[in-house]
């Protein structure tokens, strides 16, 4: 039998006499859609930062696909096939839409490489920038691109952190309030989109 992609038992998060998370338990299974819903406060994004390596809980276990993942740091989620969105856009305001995508891609030409401009190097990054293009028509916004994200109406810019977490190619993908602050319109396009996925 097949592990589920993530299973967390048990798990406990305190912040010194505040308990944040008491025990939570899931289990998700490959191409499966869950969503947590629970009022301000209720400890979503403390799961979403325990599962990701951000906090460490007191009690409870976190498996991906059988692997343990306590003690993961997070920039290590993404080589495992974990992508995650914040609450919080966490977009580059100096990098266009694209350059914002490649930040996201797990793959990485290699400095030197790049710093001589190798054709390996060269070969790679048009080859992530095929693949960043290919992810904004997918998600219908190819045409801002060349954009600078804080220029784009807001709904735009959940999008593009959404196409971000995509570059990393995940089979868990992590969205923490993707529909915050979306219309009613908006809210439906990304649930068609998450659908998709």
């Known amino acids: 039998m097949e592990q589920p992609t993530l299973d967390v038992a048990d798990l406990t998060v305190r912040f010194g006499g505040v308990l944040a ?8 299974e490959a191409n499966e859609i869950h969503g947590i819903i629970g009022p301000n406060g209720a400890g979503k994004t403390t799961l ?7 906090l460490r809980p007191v009690a409870g276990t976190i498996r991906y696909r059988g692997k343990a993942l306590l003690g993961t740091a997070p920039h ?3 080589s495992l ?3 995650r969105t914040l609450q919080s856009l966490g977009l580059w305001p100096g990098l266009t839409v694209l350059e914002n995508l490649l930040v996201g891609s797990r793959v990485r030409p290699n400095f030197f490489a790049s710093l001589f401009a190798m054709p390996r ?3 790679l990054e ?3 920038c095929e693949q960043a293009i290919g992810v904004l028509e997918e998600l219908g916004i190819a045409s801002v691109a060349d954009a600078r994200p804080a220029g784009l109406p807001y709904g735009l810019q959940k999008r593009v952190i959404l196409a971000r977490a995509l570059m990393a190619e995940p089979e868990l993908l992590l969205l923490d309030e993707p529909a915050s602050g979306l219309s009613a319109g908006e809210i439906e396009r ?3 989109l998450v659908g998709r996925l």
């Open 126 to 128: 048009r080859r992530l």
């Open 21 to 28: 998370l008491d025990g939570v338990s899931l289990k998700v």
């Open 76 to 78: 290590q989620l993404a």
């Open 81 to 83: 096939g974990i992508a």
């Open 48 to 54: 979403f930062n325990a599962v990701c390596g951000f």
């Open 190 to 192: 990304l649930a068609e």
């Open 121 to 123: 190097a060269d070969r």
